[in-house]
């Protein structure tokens, strides 16, 4: 089947401690992303990445990073500088160019206490 | 700053009803348009793309209204099953191709 992975499902951290979000695909998308989402509001875009080795930031990039080595995996790190990292996280992808819709992984339930 | 509004709702309807969405957004050189379904807790899935001439899959019916920066969604006989939140999601290029998302309205769709 192909599809978009992420996982864990849920995530527990102490504060101060840096987590990485795995985020695999199979659909041999170009492009993917990943976005956060809090309780009452909008997705909003951390990075993105359209090809293999190059990535950007999105509106909320401050306290993240990332990688993309290789095109099926673009793994998400919160650091210990984002400030409330709590939240649904959610990993997508497209195939890439204008006007493509994208498709969402099943998303990480990160706590940070 | 780009943006996307919603009615929040929720939207309570009975079975049956038909029911539409709406939503506005605030650039206008946004290329393409899309209606995604939330469930509870569960990651937005694709529900229809928007054209400029209207496009109707089943039940839904989607409309764009470029001048009004306008874009809708009808649900005719509504199930139990459509019961959700609908994210309305403006995409943008500018070389990179990213998404701008409302932050959804909620359904509630009662027996």
């Known amino acids: 089947d192909g599809g978009i992975t992420q996982s864990p499902k849920y995530l527990f951290r102490k504060e101060g401690q840096n987590v990485t979000l795995s985020c695999e695909q199979n659909l041999n998308h170009d492009a993917m992303y990943w976005y956060r989402q809090d309780p009452g509001q909008g997705l909003r875009l951390i990075y993105y990445s359209q090809i293999v080795n190059d990535f950007q930031k999105g509106d909320i990039a401050e306290g993240y990073s990332v990688s993309r080595e290789k095109k099926e995996s673009f793994p998400l790190t919160v650091t210990s500088a984002q400030k409330n990292p709590t939240a649904f996280y959610l990993c997508?992808?497209?195939?890439?160019?204008?006007?493509?819709?994208?498709?969402f992984g099943p998303g990480t339930r990160l706590t940070v206490t | 700053r780009k943006e996307v509004e919603q009615d929040p709702g929720p939207f309570n309807v009975p079975e049956g009803a038909t029911v539409a969405f709406n939503c506005t957004y605030s650039?206008?050189?946004?290329?393409?348009f899309f209606w995604y379904r939330q469930d509870c807790r569960k990651e937005p899935k694709l529900l229809m793309s928007v054209y400029s001439s209207g496009n109707e899959d089943g039940r839904f019916t989607a409309q764009l209204n470029r001048a009004s920066q306008y874009i809708s969604l009808l649900i005719r006989d509504s199930k139990l099953s459509d019961s959700a939140t609908y994210l309305c999601?403006?995409?943008?290029?500018?070389?990179?191709?990213?998404?701008?998302f409302g932050k959804g309205t909620m359904l509630l769709v009662s027996p």
């Open positions: 650039n206008s050189a946004s290329q393409s």
């Open positions: 999601v403006v995409n943008e290029w500018s070389g990179y191709s990213t998404l701008t």
């Open positions: 997508a992808s497209s195939i890439g160019g204008q006007g493509k819709e994208q498709y």
